[in-house]
């Protein structure tokens, strides 16, 4: 088994920043892809961005690219997600997944553990 801790969400103005972590634990934290999702009130969870095992290889959702950076410390068993010029569109449920294997996809049915979600809300 793998858990996944998110924190880092909270209330934040138009403009602003915020960095989420994810701690994982329960197995080789090195060996896997990590993501990060999204999930607003009355629609359905989309990728935000990935990182492959190594970090050598990132991508981002269209509607977050330049403006939210993802990276990993394998040291630490944690992956971030740094968000800048926050709009209130970014509100919602933030998840953190750690993949099937060590290569990066964008679809979440190739990621095998979820943490439980941390809020982030941007107000205009």
């Known amino acids: 088994q793998v858990q996944l801790v998110e924190s880092g969400g909270g209330l934040v103005q138009a403009g602003g920043s915020l960095t989420l972590s994810c701690v994982a634990s329960?197995?080789?934290?090195?060996?896997?892809?990590m993501g990060w999702f999204r999930q607003a009130p009355g629609k359905e969870r989309e990728f935000v961005a990935g990182?492959?095992?190594?970090?050598?290889?990132?991508s981002y959702a269209d509607s977050v690219k330049g403006r939210f950076t993802i990276s990993r410390d394998n040291a630490k068993n944690t992956v971030y997600l740094q968000m800048n010029s926050l709009k209130p569109e970014d509100t919602a449920v933030y998840y953190c997944?750690?993949?099937?294997?060590?290569?990066?996809?964008?679809?979440?049915?190739?990621?095998?553990?979820w943490g439980q979600g941390t809020q982030v809300t941007v107000s205009s």
């Open positions: 997944a750690a993949g099937r294997s060590r290569y990066l996809y964008t679809a979440d049915d190739q990621y095998a553990y």
């Open positions: 990182i492959s095992w190594g970090g050598g290889r990132t």
């Open positions: 329960g197995r080789t934290f090195s060996n896997y892809a």
